[in-house]
């Protein structure tokens, strides 16, 4: 089946801008991760979406960033205000819930912001 | 809260060689352990995963990783190298009661031919 996808796939905005990054998850997953890449770096933990429940922000570097999900469907991360250190690869992933299943994530391709 | 230390930034083979890859993880208790592969400019793709039982896990593309609890370890190996392996590779520890992954800086592996 289909799997995660994310648009745009590459994203050049200038400083001081916003910019909204779209992630649609594998159908049926209800768990709903961003992750932010900087270059040559592991990834950071930004956000989490469970079903209904209040999402998980711990992750959220500044107010700057917010994310929104509808549903057990898309979500949109918004960063405002562009900063040049908010460039790089953000990464969706989504999952199953319950039990392993909600651990084993799948990514998608990532969205590359550069802010210049 | 959980970590991942990758040692090895960049590692090069000669293809047919044997791999082994470093990842060493802190965490509370037995943590859920994994190996992503990210190839240039593409997502990450799960190479393999540990939840528990057998502490040698097999996954794709002829990669195994063993878990080892007393050196807080989950390596990853290989026993002869492609080309086509070059790429970064990511390890990456979940807790149980919890939902995000913690990843590791990663490694990025070149094949000599």
């Known amino acids: ?116 | 809260a959980q970590s991942v230390t990758q040692p090895d930034i960049h590692i090069t083979v000669s293809e047919g060689a044997s791999l082994e890859l470093r990842c060493n993880y802190s965490y509370g208790a037995t943590p859920y352990l994994f190996w992503y592969v990210q190839s240039p400019g593409q997502g990450l793709q799960l190479l393999l995963k540990y939840f528990s039982g057998d502490t040698l896990v097999q996954g794709i593309k002829g990669f195994e990783a063993e878990f080892k609890r007393s050196q807080s370890s989950f390596n990853l190996r290989k026993p002869s190298v492609h080309w086509s392996d070059a790429a970064e590779y990511f390890c990456a520890v979940g807790a149980r009661a919890g939902n995000m992954l913690t990843f590791g800086g990663g490694t990025r592996l070149m094949v000599k031919p």
């Open chain 1, 1 to 116: 089946g289909a799997g995660v996808s994310q648009s745009p796939s590459n994203k050049v905005t200038e400083k001081g801008k916003d910019v909204e990054l779209r992630c649609d998850p594998i159908s049926g997953h209800t768990a709903l991760y961003w992750y932010r890449q900087r270059l040559g770096q592991g990834l950071e933990f930004l956000i989490y979406f469970q079903g209904n429940s209040a999402p998980d922000k711990s992750g959220l570097p500044s107010d700057r960033f917010s994310a929104e999900r509808t549903g057990e469907s898309v979500s949109t991360l918004t960063i405002q205000r562009t900063q040049q250190e908010d460039s790089a690869v953000y990464l969706c992933a989504s999952s199953l819930q319950g039990g392993t299943r909600l651990v084993e994530q799948y990514f998608g391709p990532g969205t590359r912001l550069t802010v210049t």
